[in-house]
């Protein structure tokens, strides 16, 4: 078996050749890295910022179908089930990070910085002057808003029945009036007098729908609180 002489320079030379290459390849790492953490501090300073805007240039073609909404359809859905639709600097909650890595994609694909984001959420999830299901819009124009991403629990099934009765005053009024004749049937004859008759139980209905009433218009002011259709969109914590 033959032995070949080593030829030191030809192996400085690939030894150097190796490290300029794991050099440049750890630069190229390093500048990905410093894009991307640039671009994430970028979008979560933009997600926080008070600068309103009502326009990105999407590329439409890009852009999914369903995941187009007109503000009256949001509007809707944030009355039926008592949200807000709020810009996305009154929000409190965390933004997750693969909803910050949707955005980074949506902006590389459509070349664009995209601004004026609302979020959908139940009030207590937002900062309002004075854990849930939150979805993050971007504004596309004319009224309409593209659905970049939704994260957290799903609403509980019974929301939109939960909170019918602060839909309006004809709501309102009829759960009152409900409410007061279940729980007249709830009362024991004969309680307050030995004779049970139909003028009694109007009395007491009567005596129970004004006592029920009293309380929800207590809370009410007390409260601050108002019906679906004026706090889906107000930023303010006494609505």
Not at 127 to 147: Q, V
Request: with cysteine.
């Amino acid at each position: 078996m033959i032995f070949r002489n080593v030829n030191i320079e030809q192996k400085l030379l690939k030894l150097k050749d190796r490290q300029e290459m794991e050099s440049h390849i750890l630069a190229e790492v390093h500048t990905i890295l410093t894009n991307y953490s640039q671009q994430k501090n970028d979008i979560e300073a933009e997600l926080n910022s008070k600068n309103s805007s009502d326009l990105n240039g999407f590329k439409l073609d890009l852009l999914k179908t369903s995941d187009i909404y007109h503000l009256n359809q949001i509007k809707k859905i944030c009355i039926d089930y008592r949200l807000r639709f709020l810009d996305s600097h009154y929000f409190k909650g965390t933004i997750p990070q693969k909803t910050v890595s949707k955005i980074k994609k949506l902006e590389t694909s459509h070349n664009i910085k995209i601004k004026g984001f609302k979020i959908v959420a139940p009030s207590k999830l937002f900062k309002l002057e004075d854990k849930d299901d939150p979805l993050l819009f971007a504004p596309i124009g004319n009224g309409y808003f593209y659905l970049i991403d939704k994260w957290g629990n799903d609403l509980h099934p019974f929301r939109k029945l939960l909170v019918w009765p602060f839909k309006n005053i004809v709501n309102l009024l009829f759960f009152t009036l409900s409410i007061s004749y279940f729980t007249t049937l709830l009362i024991p004859e004969g309680l307050f007098s030995k004779n049970n008759s139909i003028a009694e139980f109007w009395i007491l209905y009567f005596f129970m729908f004004k006592s029920i009433a009293a309380v929800i218009i207590f809370y009410g002011f007390a409260q601050g609180k108002n019906f679906n259709p004026v706090i889906w969109n107000s930023k303010y914590f006494n609505s």
